[in-house]
């Protein structure tokens, strides 16, 4: 397997099988939601991955039709993210009949079939107690090999895949709700004594709705990114932090008011 992949949490966007991925750490941050009810001070991340997987068609291989392809927005863990994603649109090149593809329900991802390679943007949008804004990410497909000089082969596919945390801040209080407990999610701490209401139920009448990629077809290929996990634990541990220093500049905010309060009386 030939395998390309990048990690980035932005703050808001054939190499040999035993390489392990070089992960980048950058942040998505998102814009806030208009929802009246929020949680301040805190963050609900979403580790996603988008990429494409590339298989040569070998003998069945024409002039135009040299690789079939599949191009996709999945969690990093392979669960499902539609409690986030409500749609994802996949800008193709011009010379595809239909080029912009809306997928409305996961798993969100283009299957095709060609000969070149071209960038392609896929725009995420978001439930409305989620954000406002939808997020546009880039992925440029790839169909051969690093290694230009070496066969193709039919046996092991193209893999290039990017990492990303997409972060809502001070999210609100539905959308908090909605997903706890979600294992796509890294999910906050509350503040002290705050209660969420019960989790919202999920009736898959025995049929998988679950949205998840663990038993995709082309699961055996996607990265590992067992590395952004521990990436992930630090970004929670970085949001308590945060969320503690807040507290203390609001506990230290007010005792400068009453000592100002406290001078002015003196003074009188």
């Known amino acids: 397997m030939t395998t390309n992949s990048s990690s980035s949490k932005k703050q808001v966007q054939d190499q040999p099988e035993t390489t392990e991925p070089t992960l980048k750490s950058l942040r998505t941050k998102m814009s806030k939601s208009d929802e009246k009810k929020k949680l301040k001070d805190i963050e609900i991340s979403v580790p996603l991955v988008y990429g494409n997987v590339a298989f040569w068609l070998g003998k069945k291989a024409s002039e135009y039709q040299s690789h ?8 990093a863990t392979n669960e499902d993210i539609s409690t986030v994603v409500k749609k994802v ?3 193709l090149h011009s010379s595809f009949n ?3 593809r809306v997928i409305e329900e996961p798993p969100f991802e283009v299957s095709e079939s060609g000969w070149g390679e071209f960038e392609i943007a ?14 546009s990410l880039y992925h440029h497909l790839k169909l051969y090999p690093e290694d230009e000089s070496g066969p ?3 046996k092991k596919p193209v893999v290039v895949e990017s990492y990303d945390e997409i972060v809502f801040p001070d999210p609100s209080e539905s959308f908090l709700a909605r997903v706890q407990n979600h294992p796509a999610l890294t999910f906050p701490r509350l503040p002290s004594g705050y209660n969420l209401p019960a989790p919202m139920q999920v009736d898959d009448n025995g049929k998988k709705k679950r949205g998840d990629t663990k038993d995709h077809s082309l699961g055996q290929w996607f990265t590992s ?11 929670a541990a970085r949001q308590q932090v945060q969320a ?9 905010s007010l005792l400068e008011g009453q000592n100002q309060t406290i001078k002015t009386g003196s003074d009188l």
């Open 68 to 75: 079939k392809w599949a191009v996709y927005v999945r969690g």
């Open 89 to 91: 649109v996949f800008q």
């Open 98 to 100: 239909n080029p912009t």
């Open 122 to 135: 896929m725009t995420l949008h978001f439930h409305s107690d989620v954000c406002d804004k939808p997020l």
């Open 152 to 154: 193709l082969t039919m």
């Open 225 to 235: 990114f067992s590395e952004a996990d521990e990436l992930l634990q630090l970004a």
């Open 244 to 252: 503690h220093i807040a507290k203390l500049r609001r506990q230290i």
